[in-house]
């Protein structure tokens, strides 16, 4: 019999919500010295920038390289980088290097940061997720300075590193005023920030799980990693072939017009917000695609926003457990744990219900239309950071709506789901047809 521990999980949920908070208020007080600037700011829109580069979100009421100087940059970038990896990663890592030993209410915070199981070691998923995450952002950082130096860019060598860590962050935020507009067919660009913004999307213990399976170390992938990747190649790939048929912008050579349209469909799943082409001028059929896909977003205990994969394909496969009569939803030959669908049912129930008030309250706050209103509603819940323009107009109100919409997409779905990610097995578990112990679906 397996003993099952009861735990409040008050706790660590509000000392997370405490700390990203902290972090905003920090952030916010740094952006607001005038030697940072390059031009004076509103307390509101120091504000703002905090919240959404904490959020890893990338929207902006101002220009980030015509409103603040490199250090002002700078700060936007270290607040990404601490939002995107999680800010206690970075205080373990630190003791870990002084070869001291991670307190428990510090492990309690990162297993509820990353949805972690209890009798994981710690110590190894920090460094893993430190060391994959210089890795990766350095040779991302390579590949767009080779770009960026070629293209005639100014100051090519920061230009790549804050791209690159604001791509694997899916933060979206750019020192570019049109995003990558000017880069729409150039392959290795398009291919970086791809590559980039997908595996921070898909999530660290994907991507810890590939590597294991790699080096040989596990026989075959989790059933959660397969669900994530294959889900997640689906969607972009739909949403591809979607956006290429319905919209009218993308001309020119049919190979410059299927990167727009992946770089566009991927933008919006992955949660990363980059733009090759003016969002403003995409229909409205297109951007009620994009908006479906940045509700669906990325995957848990990834950088990225949105509902998550997981938590779709549970809510779906109970649906078509209802329609078919069935008493259990199962996932191919494998039954999803009942607790696990009320989770995705309330996960997903809870999104919804806060982005349709966010979408009421800026209707309040600000006279604008309201398909425009619903994407930066929905861009912001999701931590997408695509707009159609009107961030920068938004009321002093409805910039307070936003943020707050940006601090749930960052807070809330870590705090609701998260902690359910690796396998557990329980008493409720059955075998599946195939005669070996079945895994959890994991939701978010």
Not at 202 to 213: C, E, I, K, P, Q
Request: aromatic share 12%; hydrophobic share 50%.
């Amino acid at each position: 019999m397996v003993e099952k521990r009861s735990v409040n999980p008050k706790s660590p949920i509000a000392s997370l919500i405490i700390g990203y908070i902290s972090l905003v208020v920090f952030g916010f007080l740094l952006l607001s010295v005038p030697i940072f600037q390059s031009k004076p700011t509103s307390f509101i829109d120091n504000f703002f920038v905090s919240a959404s580069a904490i959020s890893t979100t990338g929207l902006a009421t101002v220009s980030i390289s015509d409103s603040y100087r490199f250090m002002g940059e700078l700060i936007v970038l270290i607040l990404i980088q601490f939002g995107g990896i999680g800010y206690m990663t970075f205080g373990s890592f630190i003791v870990l290097v002084r070869r001291k030993q991670i307190s428990k209410s510090h492990e309690t915070l990162i297993k509820n940061d990353f949805g972690l199981p209890d009798d994981i070691s710690i110590a190894g998923f920090i460094r893993t997720v430190v060391y994959f995450t210089f890795l990766v952002e350095s040779l991302g950082a390579a590949c767009l300075y080779w770009v960026f130096v070629h293209q005639g860019v100014r100051h090519p060598l920061w230009n790549a590193v804050f791209h690159s860590i604001s791509a694997f962050c899916t933060a979206g935020f750019s020192l570019f005023n049109n995003s990558f507009e000017s880069f729409s067919a150039d392959p290795l660009l398009n291919i970086t920030i791809f590559v980039l913004s997908f595996l921070g999307a898909v999530g660290f213990l994907v991507v810890l799980d590939l590597w294991l399976r790699i080096r040989g170390v596990k026989k075959t992938l989790t059933l959660t990693t397969k669900i994530i990747l294959s889900f997640s190649v689906a969607v972009i790939a739909a949403g591809s072939l979607l956006l290429l048929q319905t919209e009218p912008y993308f001309q020119g050579f049919f190979s410059s017009r299927i990167m727009e349209a992946v770089f566009q469909s991927m933008t919006a799943m992955t949660t990363v917000g980059f733009n090759t082409v003016p969002i403003s001028q995409l229909s409205h059929g297109v951007l009620f695609l994009m908006t479906v896909l940045m509700i669906v977003g990325a995957s848990p205990a990834g950088t990225g926003g949105g509902i998550k994969s997981t938590t779709i394909v549970a809510v779906i496969c109970q649906m078509i457990s209802v329609l078919k009569g069935r008493k259990t939803v199962k996932f191919m030959n494998y039954r999803i744990p009942d607790y696990r669908v009320q989770q995705a049912t309330a996960a997903f129930t809870f999104y919804v219900m806060f982005l349709t008030a966010g979408i009421y309250l800026l209707n309040l706050t600000d006279n604008k239309h309201i398909f425009d209103i619903m994407f930066e509603a929905t861009s912001a819940i999701g931590t997408v950071g695509l707009s159609t323009g009107i961030t920068s107009t938004l009321s002093f109100w409805g910039k307070w709506v936003v943020i707050a919409l940006m601090m749930f997409g960052r807070i809330g779905p870590l705090s609701i789901g998260l902690a359910i990610f690796f396998k557990r097995r329980t008493e409720g578990e059955i075998e599946d047809g195939m005669g070996g112990w079945m895994e959890d679906i994991v939701v978010d």
